[in-house]
């Protein structure tokens, strides 16, 4: 299939699975146990991040917390027909997708292919489409722009430097992302404070002051285990990636797995300094 929901299983133990520096030596295979059943890694591998369990306890506050994002959901469409929701695909925007279409609200789900996106990643915008009946919106970057960055500098300028890797972001996801929000009222994210220091100040509602439309987080105050406890109450289509370490999923070539004590955006343009990621 297309997609693995979370009672997916993870690789096959018997098929090698090493990590090695190279961000595209990983083993894409099929999933094989539940979630709890995740095999640890041999004395030979570092061990890999994990979907984290959840419990008791974020099965008590689930009930609240949806209800909650639907509430606030509805207000944005009662507020803002037509606003434009950018799905990264991730399963925070996921669960955002998952309470849209359930509520059969009026706005609008995006999503940007990027050109460099995981096989994973791009199958999943096929999953979501057949799961739930609907047509994202898929935004692409301006190929001739595309081209000649990689002309100009090479396919793996990212690597070179900071104000390469921006300059390669802006062509495929910013120009991308600005034609979807065009003529938008206002548009929604899937960021949670507790993401990254970087977003600790998100609120529900914002002003993007850049497009002078309004900007809002419906899922700003939920934690990691509240997200997976959605995630596997409602049974939401998921990137595969999610079971071979890769906890924050971007481009390929600027995402890796990240270990089991690292933070979980560790593995986003790892070659670079904390200070220069956004």
Known sequence: KAFFPLHARPPDNNVPNKLSDDPFCRKRGRLKTKIKEQPTMSLFRPQLWTIPTTGEAERRRLPKLTATLETRLKHIARRYPQAVFASSLAVEDMIVTDAICRLKLPLRIIT????????ETAALITAVNV???TELEVFH????????FEQEFGATAMYDSVELRRRCCHIRKIEPLNRALKNAPAWLTGQRRSQSATRSELNFEETDHSRNIAKFNPIFDWEENDVW???QAYDVPLNALYFQGYPSIGCEPCTRPVKADEDIRAGR??????????
């Not at 970057?141 to 000649?148: I, K, L, T, W, Y």
């Open 229 to 231: 406890a959605y995630a």
């Open 141 to 148: 970057p301006d190929p001739e722009s595309a081209r000649q």
């Open 112 to 119: 940007l292919d990027t050109g460099k996106l995981n096989p």
């Open 269 to 278: 343009w790892w070659w670079e300094s904390k200070d220069s990621k956004e």
């Open 131 to 133: 799961r739930y009946q």
